[in-house]
Structure formats: structure tokens, C-alpha cells
């Protein structure tokens, strides 16, 4: 079709993981999502706000999400002015690179990391860098001084679950001469964040998710927290009514139930740990992870094996197309039941 732009006709679109239909009758560890309801005053916050009628669906939620933006600085230790609330993270992703990076410029990011960074440049039509990692986990042949427009730093990383030091998150601040954008989808079941080098660099965004560490996925809410300037970009660009009536009420109560986040944390990093124990007494290949999922090879490097025997058994976890990845899986953490049911499978596949 020649009405459609050509970097949109020509490019592959990004294949978020597996979805299967009948979601219940799987053990489903193939998109890191948190295997444990939200908070129960989630629950409570949408009913209240449906009311019997649903009759405030019929109003605009609030277009600035502002008690939303009070709550997460209140939480996080900063003024409003320097958060924006998201349809999920991938939302803030989208227009940090449309307010930054205009058509042929360039942004960068580490391989592998979230690969969806390079589906939003190409919408943009900017243009793509990718960086890999050394056995010392810095990343390769980073420029002293890096001037693409962005640079999106995912920390821990996904899929390999490890996140970079603090210390070197800021030597990468300093070597930035455009926005560093620390997507810390995976922090809150890390030991460490990022949040202090945004006070500290003018050039630092962090982005956050409640998709994973809050359990809403389905509710599409993430985060950014930056300079008032760029928060002030952001808002210019983003759909006015971004987050709906029911996203803005589940967020409040989840941020700030912070005793129920705590808790929910603690089991899937404790499981986490189990985990990773055990399929390295198995010997696997187990990188140490600070995310709520584990990247792991088994003894003959053969992911598409094992993949295909847990799936056989109707457990999901991510096999990674690319050849770099090929050897291990992605495996989100699961209930200790689940993980127990996982790791049964994958002893009897061998
Ligand atoms: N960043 C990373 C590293 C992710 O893995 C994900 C989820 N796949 C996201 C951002 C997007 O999260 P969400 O849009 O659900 O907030």
C-alpha cells in the first residue's frame, strides 16, 4: 500500500510473548507477570468506583492523573512536578523517543535487552544502535562520550536478569550527552535503583511498571520519573486521557498499600532464590538474577528442548529467537508451587 509510510509498510512490528486462550490451565512463566493478585484494595477501589450503576464511566477520568502523580512522588521522595503516570510503561518508552528523536536520529540501547526500543525508533523513523555486553557486564565499545539522542539502559536487565551497579549507571549518566533512560520495569525485586542519579543528572529518566512488582499487568499503569522540563515534554505529547477511570483508582490503592507490595516481593525474590539454587544443582547454567524471573541453560545448551518439553506439559516460558539466546529461557517466578510443578518438568526432561 503506498499511503502508508515506508518505514511503517517495511518494518516487523514487535510479537509480544504467547497468550494463550485458555490461560487457566496453564503455569504460565513466559511474560513476567507477578503469579499473585493484587492488593485487595484494588479490588475494592474499581467497585467503588463503578458503583452500582457505572455511572461515572461515563465522565472523563482525570486528564492529569494527579493523585496518581502525588502518591508515586510521596512514595518516591520527589515533587510531583517530576513524575508522569503511563498506559504502562511502554507508553512513557513511546514518547521519550517521540519528544527526543526525530527521523534519522539515533538512539541506543544494550543487546539483548527489551527489544521493543527499536520497534518505537523505527516508528519514528529514527535511526537504531545496538551495544552488546562484555563478560564483565559493561557494555561494549560504549563511546567516552555517547551523543545519540537516547540512551535506554534496562537495569535489571531483561532477560538476563542481572542489573549493572549503581556506579556504573552513573559513569553511562555521564558519558550521555542525550537522555539516559533507566527502564527499571524489574527494580522493586532488585536491591538497588536509580532514583537518586535523577536528582543528581539532568539527563537521567527512570521508568517504572506496575505490570510486575504491583501485579497489574492488565491495568496498563507505568511511570516516569524525570526533570519537570521533560516531564512537562512528555505531558505535551501524551494522549490527554491516557489512563482510564479504573487504571487511575487500582494505582493510588496499589501504591499505597506498600505492605501487601512488600510482601508480595519478598515471596517471589525467596522463590527466586530457591529456584535458581536448584537448577544449578541440576547443572544448569543460572545467571544470578535481581528480577522476578530467572534466565537459565541447561547442561546441553538446548533451549528450543526444553522449551518444547515444558510446553508439551502446558508450562510457558520464553525461548528467545535470537541466536545469541538460543542456548537458555527466560523463566518468570511463579508461586513455590508452580515453580516446584516447574522444576519437576524439567528434571524429568532431562
Ligand atoms: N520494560 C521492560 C524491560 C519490560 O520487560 C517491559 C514488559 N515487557 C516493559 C518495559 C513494559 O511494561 P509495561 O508496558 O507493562 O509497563
Redesign the pocket.
Known amino acids: 500500500m503506498n499511503q502508508l509510510r515506508h518505514n511503517i509498510a517495511t518494518m516487523q512490528g514487535y510479537v ?1 510473548g504467547f497468550q494463550p486462550d485458555d490461560i487457566a490451565s496453564w503455569i504460565k512463566l513466559n ?2 507477570e507477578n503469579p499473585y493478585p493484587p492488593s485487595p484494595r484494588v479490588k475494592e477501589a474499581i467497585i467503588a468506583e463503578l458503583g452500582s450503576e457505572g455511572d461515572l464511566l461515563r465522565t472523563y477520568p482525570s486528564a492529569s492523573s494527579q493523585k496518581l502523580r502525588e502518591t508515586a512522588a510521596h512514595l518516591y521522595g520527589f515533587d510531583p512536578s517530576w513524575i508522569i503516570m503511563a498506559n ?4 512513557v ?1 513511546n514518547n521519550l523517543i517521540r519528544a527526543c528523536a526525530g527521523e534519522g536520529e539515533e538512539i541506543g540501547y544494550v543487546h539483548p ?2 527489544s ?1 526500543y527499536s520497534t518505537l525508533a523505527e516508528i519514528q523513523g529514527a535511526r537504531v544502535r545496538t551495544f552488546g555486553l562484555g563478560d564483565d557486564f559493561r557494555i561494549k565499545d560504549f563511546p567516552e562520550r555517547y551523543e545519540g539522542k537516547l540512551f535506554f539502559l ?1 537495569t535489571p536487565n ?1 532477560p538476563l536478569g542481572r542489573a549493572f551497579p549503581l556506579s556504573y549507571v552513573e559513569e553511562l549518566a555521564q558519558r550521555c550527552t542525550g537522555l539516559l533512560v533507566v ?1 527499571e ?2 527494580a522493586d525485586f532488585c536491591k538497588w535503583n536509580a532514583l537518586e542519579l535523577v536528582k543528581k543528572y539532568d539527563n537521567v529518566v527512570v ?1 517504572r ?4 512488582s504491583y501485579a497489574l ?1 492488565g491495568m ?3 511511570l516516569a520519573v524525570a526533570r519537570p522540563e521533560i516531564i512537562a515534554a512528555l505531558d505535551k505529547i501524551r494522549d490527554h486521557y491516557n489512563l482510564d477511570r479504573l487504571a487511575q483508582v487500582a494505582c493510588v490503592a496499589a501504591l499505597q498499600d506498600q505492605d501487601y507490595f512488600r510482601e508480595s516481593c519478598r515471596k517471589i525474590v525467596e522463590t527466586r532464590e530457591w529456584f535458581s539454587k536448584e537448577l544449578l544443582q541440576i547443572g544448569y547454567d543460572v545467571i544470578s538474577s535481581q528480577g522476578n524471573f530467572v534466565f537459565a541453560s541447561s547442561p546441553d545448551k538446548n533451549g528450543k528442548r526444553v522449551y518444547d518439553g515444558l510446553y508439551s506439559r502446558k508450562i510457558l516460558v520464553r525461548l528467545l529467537s535470537d541466536p545469541l539466546l538460543a542456548h537458555g529461557l527466560r523463566i518468570s517466578i511463579g508461586t513455590r508451587e508452580e515453580m516446584e510443578k516447574t522444576l519437576s518438568a524439567i528434571k524429568e526432561i532431562g
Not at 504502562?88 to 507508553?91: H, I, L, N, V
Open positions: 509480544p511474560t513476567n504502562g510503561s511502554d507508553e518508552l535487552s527489551y521493543y534496562t531483561s527502564d520495569a524489574y521508568t511498571t506496575l505490570s510486575k499487568a496498563r499503569l507505568g
